[in-house]
T-cell receptor
Framework: LAKTTQPISMDSYEGQEVNITCSHN???????ITWYQQFPSQGPRFIIQ???TKVTNEVASLFIPADRKSSTLSLPRVSLSDTAVYYC????????????FGKGTRLSVIA | DSGVTQTPKHLITATGQRVTLRCSPR?????VYWYQQSLDQGLQFLIQ???????AKGNILERFSAQQFPDLHSELNLSSLELGDSALYFC?????????????FGSGTRLTVV
């Protein structure tokens, strides 16, 4: 599995756009990039997945440059309820190794 | 409601005891994964079952065991409990036996060993 590096924590004010960058220098050709969100005392929740360029859904956008060595999760206009830990994972969609979660990025949204 | 049901939500027990955690996967999902989350270790993968068979093993202690039943629900058995086993235990399910397809997690069981 490709190793990922992301900031341990970030702070943001309500209403701002938040960008969390994940570094995955040894990403393999068949790897996909997936982000999960975890609220306190709840299980992680799938947010978004992408392979290259840009993916957008109702929750977030995921930007992946051409070399795929990093990715950026963008949360538009965050609210207090977006306070959570965000995990970046890199793995093959057809791989046979269960997902391995790192420490994630703890996002604190301040009023 | 994610569709993955874990019971009980909270469990308090004494050292040396044995407990069983239960997980019902989302309808249609055949894989069940167990994870342990403690404050200092983050989310640690324990074990995976697919359609009743063990498929992958992570950092699961010998005192812990699991199984998946014909109706696809799974149980995680923790025995000879120690204070350090206090943690949140999550179950996740997915439709396939492998791969990075979306995992759906339950709300977890908070185990406190006193």
């Amino acid at each position: 599995l490709a190793k990922t590096t992301q900031p341990i924590s970030m702070d943001s004010y309500e209403g701002q756009e938040v960008n969390i960058t994940c570094s995955h220098n040894n990403i393999a050709t068949n790897d996909y990039i997936t982000w999960y969100q975890q609220f306190p005392s709840q299980g992680p929740r799938f947010i978004i997945q992408g392979y290259k360029t840009k993916v957008t859904n109702e929750v977030a956008s995921l930007f992946i440059p051409a070399d795929r060595k990093s990715s950026t999760l963008s949360l538009p206009r965050v609210s207090l309820s977006d306070t959570a830990v965000y995990y970046c994972l890199v793995a093959m969609n057809s791989g046979n190794t269960p997902l391995v979660f790192g420490k994630g990025t703890r996002l604190s949204v301040i009023a | 409601d994610s569709g993955v049901t874990q019971t009980p939500k909270h469990l308090i027990t004494a050292t040396g005891q044995r407990v069983t955690l239960r997980c019902s996967p989302r309808s249609g999902d055949l894989s069940v994964y167990w994870y342990q989350q403690s404050l200092d270790q983050g989310l640690q993968f324990l074990i995976q079952y697919y359609n009743g068979e063990e498929r992958a093993k992570g950092n699961i202690l010998e005192r812990f065991s699991a199984q998946q039943f014909p109706d696809l629900h799974s149980e995680l058995n923790l025995s000879s409990l120690e204070l350090g086993d206090s943690a949140l235990y999550f179950c996740a399910s997915s439709i396939r036996d492998r791969g990075n397809y979306g995992y759906t997690f339950g709300s977890g069981t908070r185990l406190t060993v006193v």
